[in-house]
């Protein structure tokens, strides 16, 4: 568990980063020890993460056992933290970018903190049923923008990608997670 004074400088810098800070990288504990510290963020959002899925599958159980959701959407949530920077070590080696992979994946799993910061009010609030369903659809499209034009910034910053390797890494972690989302959703069906 990394100290607090680094989980706290590691978040602001997050932040800061969606503020195009680029100054931000300062907050963040660059080195290899760094890098599997920033796999804590994975602790830190957990349970909203867990509320996020039950709020998203409430009513939509039927006959499906809890224990099964659980093991689905855990399974889903490791997966999620594990493929994309284990793909990335190989992704940066063959981009010439690999010196700067720890600084970016610690950034990015930091990062986690932001998106999730965007998603969960929108879940909860759709979860209500106040909204209506097009003004939730419109708003989670933002929400999904925000978050694609961060990736961009971190990987712009983090990584030192050009432009179109940049837009080449957002698209392919967007579309790894939408694969796990279908893969999750399939097998919660």
């Given at each position: 568990?990394?100290?607090?004074?680094?989980?706290?400088?590691?978040?602001?810098?997050?932040?800061?980063?969606?503020?195009?800070?680029?100054?931000?990288?300062?907050?963040?504990?660059?080195?290899v020890?760094?890098?599997?510290?920033?796999?804590?963020?994975?602790?830190?959002?957990?349970?909203?993460?867990?509320?996020?899925?039950?709020?998203?599958?409430?009513?939509?159980?039927?006959?499906?056992?809890v224990?099964?959701?659980?093991?689905?959407?855990?399974?889903?949530?490791?997966?999620?933290?594990?493929?994309?920077?284990?793909?990335?070590?190989?992704?940066?080696?063959l981009?010439?970018?690999?010196?700067?992979?720890?600084p970016?994946?610690i950034v990015?799993?930091w990062?986690?903190?932001?998106?999730?910061?965007?998603?969960?009010?929108?879940?909860?609030?759709?979860?209500?049923?106040?909204?209506?369903?097009?003004?939730?659809?419109?708003?989670?499209?933002?929400?999904?923008?925000?978050?694609?034009?961060?990736?961009?910034?971190?990987?712009?910053?983090?990584?030192?990608?050009?432009?179109?390797t940049?837009?080449?890494?957002?698209?392919?972690?967007?579309?790894?997670?939408?694969?796990?989302?279908l893969?999750?959703?399939?097998?919660?069906?």
């Open positions: 568990m990394p100290p607090r004074a680094e989980v706290a400088g590691a978040i602001v810098g997050a932040f800061r980063l969606l503020l195009f800070d680029v100054q931000a990288l300062a907050r963040f504990n660059l080195t020890e760094g890098f599997w510290r920033s796999f804590f963020a994975a602790v830190l959002i957990a349970p909203f993460f867990a509320l996020m899925a039950a709020l998203e599958l409430k009513g939509r159980l039927g006959g499906t056992s224990a099964w959701v659980v093991a689905v959407e855990f399974g889903a949530y490791v997966v999620g933290w594990t493929i994309y920077p284990l793909l990335m070590v190989y992704v940066t080696r981009l010439g970018l690999s010196n700067n992979y720890v970016y994946i990015f799993n990062g986690s903190v932001v998106r999730i910061a965007a998603f969960f009010p929108l879940i909860a609030i759709g979860s209500t049923g106040l909204v209506p369903s097009s003004a939730m659809a419109t708003l989670m499209v933002v929400a999904i923008l925000v978050a694609l034009g961060y990736h961009w910034i971190v990987a712009r910053v983090a990584l030192g990608a050009s432009a179109a940049t837009l080449g890494l957002v698209v392919l972690e967007f579309l790894l997670s939408l694969l796990l989302d893969g999750t959703t399939r097998l919660l069906r």
